[in-house]
């Protein structure tokens, strides 16, 4: 049977049964494409009756030492791979899975980067000082807000509607992370503030979503990113290699700094695994370091 229409399948599957989104039915295509071309330089023809194991255990080696792809690249690809094998074994198109005996290497522990506290403040200032046009100052300083005040994704910045805010009880829900969840996060000020003056500004509302173009819709991702980029260069923070993600890191990385505990920093990120958080412990160790050299019998 050939290897892309069991993909589709597997495709259609994680889509309606699973509920994958569109990000991660791309990711898994980028993956497979990588696949099929390792299949074409060895010569292996993509069908069913052609996957082994020892094929397979090629296809690590070809992402690691042709494609030079980062430990936590190839481990992607083979967890991409292995769901699809998965999929092939439970819809009974194969009778054993190829990929069990498949170890992905081990995953790289590396440090999130993240925007310091003074840089912060430059960046939540950027659009009061730089907007393009004075209409657009609310706007802008709610969006660089809604980062920095939630650690919320790209993603779920750009999905949030009024309706997601409840003013009274000082909350935000932050729907269509990963997994299609949700999660309920504290509205700090002044982002608070900035949101109620946002949104009696936009009255009557035409567009129900927070974050909307010069014309009235939800804002793109293009528009998003060139907006965060230009506040960035703005505020002179443009050459750190800081991205929209690393806001994500920084709420992380400075509430722990400040004594949040790690439990209740997973709960406002909306990981899963606990292990995903456990990466921002690293700011407080770097914290109680200039601490504790303030110990008077230290050299």
């Known amino acids: 049977m050939n290897l892309q229409y069991c993909f589709s399948e597997f495709l259609n599957y ?15 295509s980028t993956d497979f494409k990588v696949f099929v071309d390792f299949l074409a330089v060895v010569c292996v023809e993509p069908r069913l009756c052609a996957m082994t194991t020892q094929v397979l ?38 009778e054993k899975n190829p990929m069990l ?15 310091k506290e003074n840089e912060l403040r430059k960046l939540l200032q950027a659009p009061e000082k730089y907007a393009r046009f004075p209409e657009h100052r609310l706007r802008d300083k709610v969006m660089i807000e809604l980062l920095v005040f939630t650690g919320a994704r790209r993603s779920e910045v750009l999905s949030l509607d009024f309706d997601n805010i409840d003013f009274k009880a000082r909350t935000i829900t932050i729907l269509k992370g990963k997994g299609n969840k949700q999660r309920i996060v504290p509205l700090l000020e002044p982002l608070a503030s900035d949101l109620w003056d946002y949104l009696q500004a936009r009255l ?28 960035l260069d703005k505020s002179g923070l443009g050459k750190k290699g800081y991205t929209i993600h690393k806001c994500r890191h920084s709420f992380a990385s400075l509430l722990h700094q400040n004594g949040v505990d790690i439990i209740s920093i997973k709960e406002l990120l909306g990981h899963e695994d606990l292990n995903s958080t456990k990466i921002y412990t690293h700011t407080s160790i770097n914290h109680l370091r200039k601490e504790v050299e303030k110990f008077p019998l230290s050299m």
């Open 14 to 28: 994680m889509e309606a049964e699973k509920n994958a989104s569109t990000t991660t039915l791309a990711s898994y």
């Open 57 to 94: 255990r090629r296809y690590v080696s070809y992402l690691k030492l042709h494609k030079r792809y980062a430990n936590n690249t190839v481990r992607r690809k083979i967890h991409s791979l292995s769901s699809f094998f998965k999929f092939l074994l439970e819809t009974e198109y194969i």
């Open 101 to 115: 005996p498949i170890h992905a290497p081990q995953e790289e522990k590396n440090l999130p980067i993240y925007i």
């Open 204 to 231: 009557p509302l035409t567009n129900r979503a927070i974050l909307v173009s010069d014309k009235g819709n939800r804002m793109s991702v293009s528009n998003f990113q060139n907006l965060f980029r230009r506040y």
